[in-house]
């Protein structure tokens, strides 16, 4: 072929918009990643100021790893006193940012080459639904959680939430949610939450595509109910991409946890981390440590004592006492910092994972083949660990509740955490999951025909 019948290269440009928090953040950078290495010209739009320093930190070691991307600053309007009616200030800066929607669309008709597609967080959908509308290029949702709770959102509009002879909701194909594990501001009428949850998911069939960090190995069954029909009709296709990898830019620094986790024995350490955005009560900071203590093995433990990093600034012996903290210290590892947790899971010392079920650790433990003691604290959280004990990935005590509402006696903690590290049926479970995942991810597996597939879709403008 002469270089004139070359067809022209048309490099497909991507707009990424996350929202607030780092458990939004992540998958979008690891989708960056991805698309990258698929060649395709990346904006990423950072929404200024953002509310932990964990997601500034993030964003600008991913902008150094990676100069070619365009850093679009999208400085937001403060919301109107009126209207912020929720002590969260992640849920308060999703409200900020979709009411400052608007400003981006000079910014983002002045890009170049012009944009092919723009990838939002699923807590953005309807306001960017009409940015895209004015752009007239495709939309695309980032969900951030597992299929299952894709699920009920996206079934959430025609449920009838407040029938009060009903305790739970039956979500077609899934089956039936209690409503004590729903999202417990979905429950608090006009809360900003319930707002965004329902105009969001009543907008969802305007999407060209809903992009999930999920693999067939864990929902198979839920992807497939999504893609025909079952639990609403008319659904956008929903591409599983998952598992999104960690990548290095993440965590740069190699740490003392990891020099410590070396000198022991395969499987012999229980890992306990609640994510980036849950706060433990002091109460239960001291159950936790007395619960590990008694479980008989080693551990490295991650307390967080708010729910924004840039207030946490008590140190660990005054949260958890010097007593205690000496006991601590003669079985296990304790800190209070951001840790490199896929180096934590992926080592091989490392034989249980104590979650508050955040999905991007979900997936990072089932990447790593981790059984998972699943503790929901707050959000999507007990519908992911609902799932984690239907597959066998971990398992999950009901009679807990919510981390945030309940005190576990450590005692019981204690106990559990031996379950789990007992148990043989988990493990293997758990590594059946691993390799599942290893071949998703291999070069033309499942991720990359899914990557591939959208990349062809946006480059035709759909
Ligand atoms: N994470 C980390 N180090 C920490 C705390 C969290 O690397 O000290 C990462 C974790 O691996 C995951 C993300 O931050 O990728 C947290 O997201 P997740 O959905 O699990 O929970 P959230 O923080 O949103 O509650
Ligand atoms: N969510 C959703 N639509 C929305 C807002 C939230 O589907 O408009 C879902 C999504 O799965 C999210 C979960 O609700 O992960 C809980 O949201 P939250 O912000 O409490 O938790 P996070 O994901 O930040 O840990």
Redesign the pocket.
Known sequence: MSSSDQPSVHQTHVALFPSA?I??LVPFLRLANTLLRHNCKLTLITSQPPVSSAESHLISRFLSAFPQITELKFHILPLHPSIANSDDP??LQ?EAIRRSVHLLNSPLSALSPPLSALVCD??L?SSALQLTATLNIPNYAL???SAR??SF?AYYPFAKMSDPSSDSIRVPAIGSIPKTSL?P?LLVNNSI?QK??SQ??QRIKELNGILINAMDAMEGDTLTALNNGKVINGLPPVVPIGPLLPCDFENPDAKSSIKWLDNLPPRSVVFASF?S?TAASRDQIKEIGSGLVSSGYRFLWVVKDKVVDKEDKEGLEEIVGEELMKKLKEKGMVLKEWVNQEEILGHRAVGGFISHC??NSVMEAALKGVPVLAWPQ???QMINAELIATIGLGMWVEKWGWGQKCLVKGEELGGRIKELMESEALRKQAAKFRDEAIKAVEVGGSCDRAIEGLIGKWSKGT
Request: proline share 7%; aromatic share 32%.
């Open positions: 928090g458990g939004h992640f849920f999703f699923v807590t959908i969900f951030t959680s709770m894709f959102f999202p501001p939450f965004i949850f969001d998911g994510g955005r955040g999905w707050i959000g999507d």
